[in-house]
């Protein structure tokens, strides 16, 4: 069973943040329309009610959403400098031709692509979007050998990992794992220059990172960043700027142990099917919204 559902981005510009989805990752609206006072209030973010979304989905069909969320960016966010959701990370059926695409996009290529080092069955590039939102673009050649890793269906498909920066990677792994039953998957430490070049580290400094993986599907990836991160400056009330939230579904909802920001209730809308959500906090106090399958 798949748990990602969707992520929440934050933009200041949500007609041009959908255009650009649209245009240039083949996305289309499902659903528009305003945030419900008691929806804002479920997230911790009461500021945010009133505000326009729209959820888009991939041009393959793929029920996983990408949600946007009109709302301030604060002047001081500076993307992967905080902990909190850092990236969201889109499989693809060929990285390559998706460079090209975004070489004449309003995306800044940050990473182009490269194979990283002991992972032959992956291939990805990542971009910068105008809202400070980081993508990955994977291309998925094989398995590995403790999970199974997705075929894109389209071009650019969907979603299927969300990367949390940390404060303690290993504390919150444990958060994931006592509280939504996710379990720790492979550990490893690699060169990552995206986060090199955010802190003006070395350009062969390795940083440690580790999966959350649900039996054989891995969609969350938990990375352990440098003591010069800090929190990620918010305006007061409003969800987080960059990659807000990431809602997950769970098969097990009313065993979940953890402290709701608010009673669970049913939703309407895409992502929800008038199934009961609630959103809690990780120890960073990242937002992770959970819909009962």
């Not at 809202?131 to 998925?140: A, F, H, P, S």
Request: hydrophobic share 45%.
């Amino acid at each position: 069973m798949e748990l990602l559902r969707a992520a929440t981005l934050t933009t200041p510009d949500l007609d041009a943040a959908v255009a650009r989805y649209e245009q240039f990752l083949d996305y289309a609206v499902v659903e528009r329309g305003e945030v419900a006072v008691d929806l804002a209030e479920a997230w911790g973010a009461p500021a945010s009610a009133g505000r326009r979304y729209a959820a888009v989905q991939p041009a393959s069909g793929a029920q996983v959403f990408i949600r946007f969320v009109e709302g301030e960016v604060p002047p001081d966010y500076r993307s992967l400098r905080t902990y909190g959701w850092a990236a969201i990370e889109i499989c693809v059926q060929d990285t390559l031709a998706v460079n090209a695409r975004m070489e004449s996009s309003p995306f800044t290529i940050i990473g182009p692509p490269k194979q990283l080092d002991g992972l032959p069955a992956i291939f990805p590039m990542q971009v910068r979007g105008p809202d400070g939102e980081i993508v990955y673009l994977t291309q998925i050649r094989d398995n590995l050998p403790d999970y199974d890793l997705p075929r894109a269906g389209s071009l650019i498909d969907k979603l299927f990992i969300l990367v949390l920066a940390c404060s303690d990677m290993e504390a919150s792994a444990a958060w994931f794992r006592e509280t939504l039953g996710i379990q720790h998957g492979r550990t490893m430490e690699i060169v990552y220059s995206m986060i090199n070049q955010a802190f003006s580290l070395s350009e062969g400094a390795k940083h440690r990172l580790a999966t959350g993986i649900h039996e054989r599907d891995c969609f969350l990836e938990f990375d352990q960043y440098p003591a010069e991160a800090t929190a990620r400056p918010c305006v007061a009330g409003a969800l987080p700027p960059g990659v807000a939230m990431t809602t997950l579904r769970h098969p097990q909802f009313d065993a979940i142990p953890g402290q709701w920001i608010t009673p669970p209730a049913p939703r309407a809308g895409a992502i929800y099917g008038g199934r009961r959500a609630g959103t809690l906090r990780t120890p960073d106090g990242s937002l992770v919204e959970v819909v009962e399958v």
